[in-house]
């Protein structure tokens, strides 16, 4: 049974960091492309980041210089460090494999002063 489970999310200032981290357990975790979505209230899902089974990585455009997607292989981690976060930055935050169709249960992040 795949599960990832999600963890870092929070309330934060305008302007601060967080660092989101996904666990995966049930898969061969390292062939599998792995993806951060996030959903903000009334709009759809969206894609933020994703890293390929060998560290390519590709993010949306609202979020690249500020955001960095990495993971460890061997701990069967991908993380998410967000820097420099604004306010429509706030949404639920999904941990997938996209190819899978696998979704974390999501984290919520919340920027605001």
Known sequence: QVQLVESGGGLVQPGGSLRLSCAASGIIFSIYTMGWYRQAPGKQRELVAIITNNGNTNYAESVKGRFTISRDNTKHTVNLQMNSL?????????????????WGQGTQVTVSS
């Open 86 to 102: 604004k306010p429509e930055d706030t949404a639920m935050y999904y941990c997938c494999v996209p190819s899978r169709g696998h």
